[in-house]
């Protein structure tokens, strides 16, 4: 046996308000059609008054810690994943922290835009396995709708707002995270970026995408890491149950899936109601499937993702 993060427990939190394509098509220079013909996106939620990053990563926290059995004074690290914090800083996982009643442990934030859940759980996972923590949050959590450009069509339907959470619980077993895999490779900034920040214009800026050349990366890049995290597991695409991707576009998951000779049916897509929520993607995802009962204990998952950056990684486990 081996000591290893186990997932305790899995939980999510969207923002009150549902914004149909056909919705946003009666504000922007857009259509239903487009958008599901290009995406598969049908449907976002965005966050409103008194909804911000660290009110939904808590609330999913919480919703995490209900389903691990456990209590928010058992935690000793919470690593949240973002790229919309609360403030510049301290971090949204102190604000979190401090919303749960926590008094004293480790808070963190990562920041690998939609990458960050990835980078968030092997940074806790090593944490947990090394020793210095025992129980773990991990939280995706984000509200793009704040830094985009309402008049861009061309980013601007693209996203939602969200988070998702995990509770990793140090054990002596075989099952939990099995590997993870990060790459970054900074020469792609201008291809997916926000033109704004603290240190160069002093204001928070908005999303800029070139949409077909990320796209392009995206389905090389991802289907090279799954197959990286499997070798690591000493597993192949044969003995994965489910594949829980980072939600950007559903001709992205399709042509992955296809590149792994993995059968569509073994793919969790949520992109259709929740569009692309960045960090909070992949968790938000995990506990859908989770919760409606397609992912049971015992079946052996694969994570991935690919963002600003570029930043792209993976994660095997048995759940
Ligand atoms: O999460 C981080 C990672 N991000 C991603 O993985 C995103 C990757 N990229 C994509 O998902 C796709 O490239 C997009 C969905 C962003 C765009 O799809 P596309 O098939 O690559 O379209 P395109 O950018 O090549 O645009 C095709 C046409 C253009 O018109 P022309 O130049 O052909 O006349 C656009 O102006 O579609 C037009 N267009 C729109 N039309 C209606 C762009 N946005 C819209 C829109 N509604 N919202």
């Known amino acids: 046996m081996t000591r ?26 857009t259509t239903d059609e487009w958008i599901v013909e290009r995406t598969g996106i049908r449907n976002r939620y965005l966050a409103g008054e008194g909804e911000t990053t660290g009110t939904l990563a808590t609330d999913a926290a919480r919703a995490a810690l209900a389903h691990a059995g456990l209590q928010a004074a058992d935690i000793d690290l919470i690593v949240l994943a973002t790229a919309t914090p609360d403030q510049t800083f301290p971090s949204t996982a102190t604000k979190v922290q401090a919303a749960l009643g926590i008094n004293d442990c480790i808070a963190f934030d990562v920041h690998a835009v939609c990458t960050g859940f990835l980078y968030a759980l092997s940074v806790a996972d090593s944490m947990v396995r090394s020793g210095s923590a025992n ?24 996203f939602g707002d969200g988070a998702g959470a995990l509770v990793l619980s140090a054990e002596e077993t075989e099952s939990g995270i099995l590997a993870t895999k990060l790459h970054a490779d900074g020469r792609h900034n201008d291809l997916l970026f926000v033109d704004g920040g603290p240190s160069t214009t002093q204001t928070v800026g908005k999303l800029r995408m070139k949409g077909r050349e990320v796209f392009r990366h995206a389905v090389v890049n991802l289907a090279d890491v799954l197959n990286e995290v499997l070798t690591d597991a000493g597993l192949t695409a044969a003995d994965v149950d489910w594949v829980v991707p980072h939600q950007a576009n559903a001709r992205i998951l399709d042509a992955t899936a296809r590149k792994l000779g993995l ?20 968790p938000l995802a995990l506990d859908t499937a989770v919760k409606d009962g397609r992912i049971k204990r015992g079946d052996l998952i694969v ?9 792209w990684g993976a994660a095997a486990l048995r759940y």
């Open 4 to 29: 290893r993060s186990v997932i305790a427990g899995v939980g999510s939190a969207l923002p009150k308000r549902q914004v149909t394509n056909a919705e946003l098509a009666s504000q922007v220079d």
């Open 135 to 158: 129980k773990a949050l991990v939280i995706g959590a984000e509200t793009f709708s704040r830094i985009l450009d309402w008049e861009d069509r061309t980013t601007c339907v693209l």
């Open 263 to 282: 059968p569509a049916e073994k793919v969790v897509v949520t992109v259709d109601r929740h569009a692309n929520t960045s960090a909070a993607s992949v």
């Open 303 to 311: 994570l991935e993702a690919m963002g600003g950056g570029f930043t």
